[in-house]
């Protein structure tokens, strides 16, 4: 898609004019492209409770979605004299939410893309990551305050001569615990990744053992002294 960045700017500047800004006496425009042509446009809005105040990117996403949603493609911030003007920390957050890394942003020294204004950024896929974890049943409320502590044993079992996965959750004795004992036995699993993603819902401690007795690490960070070995997704399937 071929993007005209001076009528993108001149949009920009367009919008800024219509800004209320009587606190800083800062208006902003903001203008983008969007993948499917249209155009769509923002400028701040001031509030005598400043932190309530809201930036020209946040009209211009409330456009977007208000006009038929899609991606951003292209994007222009000017300042009171139409010069280009990078969006704040928090507004990047906000493209990249709309517009993805590939989203170009007009600059000076030419367009850059999200991915560079916003590197390691935090977007769905980090949310996806970690719900993808729950496979198995949630936490039952009268556990819930064992979460993140103890062990989780997963270790295969046989039903109706196949081989199947389960877990044992279990509380340990020391730092505070009176005693050991299990917490909650895992339903049966057909595989040893949906065993282990249960047990990461419940504690960060998590140890595969095969059916030799061998025992891998499957919780956070590097294994634990008295276990040789990582677990590896499908090395025990």
């Given at each position: 898609?071929?993007?005209?960045?001076?009528?993108?700017?001149?949009?920009?500047?367009?919008?800024?004019?219509?800004?209320?800004?009587?606190?800083?006496?800062?208006?902003?425009?903001?203008?983008?492209?969007?993948?499917?042509?249209?155009?769509?446009?923002?400028?701040?809005?001031?509030?005598?409770?400043?932190?309530?105040?809201?930036?020209?990117?946040?009209?211009?996403?409330?456009?977007?979605?208000?006009?038929?949603?899609?991606?951003?493609?292209?994007?222009?911030?000017?300042?009171?004299?139409?010069?280009?003007?990078?969006?704040c920390g928090r507004c990047r957050q906000l493209l990249w939410e709309n517009g993805g890394p590939e989203l170009l942003v007009e600059w000076h020294t030419g367009p850059l893309r999200m991915a560079e204004l916003l590197p390691h950024a935090?977007?769905?896929?980090?949310?996806?990551?970690?719900?993808?974890?729950?496979?198995?049943?949630?936490?039952?409320?009268?556990?819930?305050?064992?979460?993140?502590?103890?062990?989780?044993?997963?270790?295969?079992?046989?039903?109706?001569?196949?081989?199947?996965?389960?877990?044992?959750?279990?509380?340990?004795?020391?730092?505070?615990?009176?005693?050991?004992?299990?917490?909650?036995?895992?339903?049966?699993?057909?595989?040893?990744?949906?065993?282990?993603?249960?047990?990461?819902?419940?504690?960060?401690?998590?140890?595969?053992?095969?059916?030799?007795?061998?025992?891998?690490?499957?919780?956070?960070?590097?294994?634990?002294?008295?276990?040789?070995?990582?677990?590896?997704?499908?090395?025990?399937?």
């Amino acid at each position: 898609m071929e993007i005209d960045w001076a009528g993108l700017r001149a949009a920009a500047t367009e919008a800024m004019r219509h800004a209320y800004a009587p606190y800083s006496d800062f208006p902003v425009g903001a203008a983008a492209l969007v993948d499917d042509g249209r155009l769509v446009v923002g400028c701040n809005v001031e509030n005598a409770s400043y932190g309530v105040g809201l930036c020209a990117e946040c009209g211009l996403v409330s456009q977007l979605h208000l006009t038929g949603g899609g991606r951003l493609v292209a994007f222009s911030c000017v300042d009171a004299t139409g010069s280009p003007l990078m969006p704040c920390g928090r507004c990047r957050q906000l493209l990249w939410e709309n517009g993805g890394p590939e989203l170009l942003v007009e600059w000076h020294t030419g367009p850059l893309r999200m991915a560079e204004l916003l590197p390691h950024a935090f977007g769905f896929e980090d949310l996806e990551r970690v719900n993808n974890l729950k496979t198995g049943p949630e936490v039952p409320t009268e556990l819930a305050k064992w979460r993140g502590r103890g062990t989780v044993f997963v270790h295969p079992d046989l039903s109706g001569g196949e081989t199947v996965w389960t877990g044992y959750w279990e509380r340990s004795a020391g730092a505070g615990e009176v005693e050991k004992g299990v917490l909650q036995e895992g339903p049966n699993f057909a595989t040893a990744g949906e065993a282990v993603a249960w047990g990461r819902v419940r504690t960060p401690r998590v140890v595969v053992v095969n059916a030799e007795g061998g025992l891998a690490w499957a919780g956070e960070g590097a294994p634990p002294e008295g276990i040789p070995d990582s677990w590896e997704e499908g090395s025990n399937d």
